[in-house]
């Protein structure tokens, strides 16, 4: 998911609409809205689908007035996936004895479950199927006064992944859980005026300057133009996710004072190095294997070429929760450049093989229009592990490489060869030159390792083997 927030900005909830267009790859099924103003109070909108068809309309903007105001993009990964409801659209909104509170969540919270049994018990009403309505029935419990210091202890109580942009009547509340598994930047519009968001693109479009990263474990309030910072959780070392870096963020993005973009390309390198192939051609499976396979290119020599064509109309394939939508995406989406292709020997980068439906159809296409070989080279290390931190894995029976070797899966492609980059040459294309600690890695890399840096609480109890 993306979230967006603003304060001190005439029209507040403007700011956030163009921010959650900005994190619209993060999250495509809906997006909401809350703003504050002092006349009207807090009001919010949801809506399922692009922001750009609901959150552009005049007749909706004018109902969210007031110069504070935070947003969400929603990509289901617990709650009714699939089958989202409106009430499962954030941000969502609490009623305290001293005022109300807004938030939106990207992340997961590994021990939901436990905690909505145990707030269920003691009286709380839950509205929605999601895992972030226990932040506000914890805030609602606890016994501190002001709202920061409730969501203090609230998420004291919440173990796995969250970076939250919150709002009260007056200030605007950023916090990235111990470990900084998911990504969440501070903002400068002006002196004093200050903006939260999930990546530095959306700082980009709204002509905001990119401060700083909220640290891991740290809450940042915004008041009055005063932004204070507080560390409410045990000090850890932080393991952001590796994911961001391959696939999920926007290559115009800034990660850890890296550019996504170059991070990419620079696994390209890595892969060209590592995995080597004879061939005519370098192509991308647009858009994600791009960077990478032009740095793929750049090492080995083999000319880039567009090979696969896409429609820029059809959003991202993996994000449609069914199977026979995701299914029927990939031919939707890409179609095969014939006229380049017939008789050449390709070498295809993607950022990653999940279930293989992707790299199978396009296996297939490439060998239709007449390709003589097709090598897979793949942005990351073979996916065996589902990710219970906020990116929407299958379970590990749907995964490829959870029961194949790498040579299985080439063999069930039915291509010339296929390659992933290993673990430690990623490690090194975001900036690790001596590689992964394996003692104390510096990142999560969960799906690919299988080492989950949180517990999976809730997984666990329902059967899953660590
Ligand atoms: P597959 O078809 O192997 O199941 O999925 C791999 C494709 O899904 C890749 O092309 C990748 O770009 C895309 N993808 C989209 N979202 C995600 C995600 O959240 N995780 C992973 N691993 N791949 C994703
Ligand atoms: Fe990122 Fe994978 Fe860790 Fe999930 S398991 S947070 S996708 S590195
Ligand atoms: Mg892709």
Redesign the pocket.
């Known amino acids: 998911c993306g979230v967006f927030g603003v304060t001190g900005v005439a029209e507040a909830a403007n700011f956030v609409a163009l921010g959650l267009h900005a994190l619209q790859h993060r999250g495509q099924e809906a997006g909401g809205i809350v703003s504050h103003d002092p006349e009207h109070g807090f009001n919010s909108a949801r809506r399922f689908g692009y922001v750009r068809d609901h959150f552009t309309k005049a007749s909706l903007m004018e109902t969210l007035p007031g110069p504070l105001a935070i947003g969400h993009v929603r990509y289901s990964t617990s709650g009714s996936k699939g089958n989202t409801q409106l009430r499962d659209v954030q941000p969502f909104f609490g009623e305290f004895s001293l005022g109300g509170a807004a938030i939106a969540h990207n992340g997961n919270i590994t021990n939901a479950e436990a905690l909505r049994r145990e707030l269920i018990d003691a009286g709380s009403i839950f509205q929605s199927s999601s895992d972030s309505e226990c932040i506000i029935h914890l805030m609602a419990r606890s016994l501190q006064r002001k709202v920061p210091d409730r969501m203090m202890d609230a998420l004291r109580r919440v173990e796995g992944a969250f970076s939250i942009v919150a709002m009260t009547r007056t200030k605007l509340i950023g916090v990235r859980d111990p470990l900084g598994v998911r990504p969440l930047v501070l903002g400068r519009i002006s002196e004093g005026v200050y903006a939260l968001s999930s990546e530095t693109c959306a700082l980009d479009i709204i002509g905001a300057e990119f401060v700083r990263e909220v640290e891991p474990g740290e809450m940042v309030v915004v008041e009055n133009g005063e932004l204070q910072s507080h560390r409410p959780f045990r000090q850890e070392r932080p393991r952001f996710c590796i994911f961001e870096h391959v ?2 963020s926007r290559p115009d993005s800034i990660l850890g004072g890296r550019s996504v973009y170059e991070t990419r390309r620079q696994i390209g390198v890595e892969l060209a190095r590592e995995a080597p192939a004879e061939a005519d051609l370098v192509c991308p ?1 647009p858009d ?1 294997g791009t960077p990478a396979a032009i740095g793929f290119s750049q090492e080995s020599g083999i000319p880039y070429a567009m090979g696969i064509i896409r429609n820029q109309y059809m959003g ?4 449609e929760p069914t199977e026979q939508i995701r299914n029927m995406g990939v031919r939707l989406k890409l179609n095969v450049n014939r006229a380049l292709i017939r008789g050449k020997r390709v070498i295809l980068v ?10 199978r159809k396009i296996k297939e296409m490439i060998l239709d229009a007449g390709a003589a070989e097709v090598h897979f080279r793949i942005a990351s290390p073979p ?1 065996a592990w589902p990710c219970f931190y906020g ?3 299958p379970n590990r029976d749907k995964l490829l490489a959870a029961s194949m070797t790498e040579e299985e899966m080439r063999a069930h492609l039915q291509v010339d060869s296929l390659r992933f980059i290993t673990l430690n040459g990623l490690y090194r294309a975001v900036g690790e030159a001596d590689g992964r600690d394996a003692t104390c890695p510096q990142y999560c890399d969960a799906c690919f390792s299988g080492d989950y840096p949180v517990t999976p609480t809730d997984q666990i109890e329902k059967g899953f083997a660590l």
């Open positions: 696939y999920f499976v994600s991202r394939t993996f994000i993607d950022d990653s093989v999940v279930r293989g439906t992707t790299s996916t990116v929407d894995t």
